[in-house]
């Protein structure tokens, strides 16, 4: 487990530890250093582009894809995200569930998709963009 402490995100609420975990973890540590930026509406391109392959140990190439659709599904009550489109993380967390899946399917047509951070992982949501 991670013990960096924040008082911008509830890094304590992330209790798994699989690959979509740690990349979730990732990209709000990549957030800690940046001013004002959790509340923003963020595109899947500009997600990812901060947490790149190979970030927290991901660095199989199908792996880092699945690990990417699952942090933006709810598979196993993950809701890190939530989606200006409603069905976006249904759609993937029908992907992940689905054992013929293209792991890079969010890249192929996704990546325009605007979300934010669920405000549950923000110590104080108040000021979120709505």
């Known amino acids: 487990m991670f013990s960096k402490e924040s008082t911008r995100f509830r890094y304590e609420l992330l209790i798994d530890n699989k690959n979509s975990d740690k990349l979730f973890r990732a990209f709000l540590e990549t957030l800690e250093s940046q001013e004002n930026i959790d509340a923003k509406v963020f595109t899947i391109k500009e997600i990812t582009e901060?947490?790149?392959i190979g970030t927290a140990g991901v660095s199989n190439h199908s792996t880092y894809g699945f690990s990417i659709m699952s942090m933006f599904s709810?598979?196993?009550?993950r809701d890190y995200f939530i989606f200006d489109d409603f069905q976006m993380t249904q759609l993937?967390?029908?992907s992940c569930n689905n054992p013929n899946r293209h792991n890079y399917e969010w890249k192929k047509h996704y990546l325009n998709k605007i979300c934010r951070i669920n405000p549950k992982y923000l110590v104080s949501p108040a000021h979120l963009i709505l």
């Open 50 to 52: 901060m947490i790149p």
């Open 74 to 77: 709810n598979q196993k009550g």
């Open 92 to 94: 993937f967390t029908d």
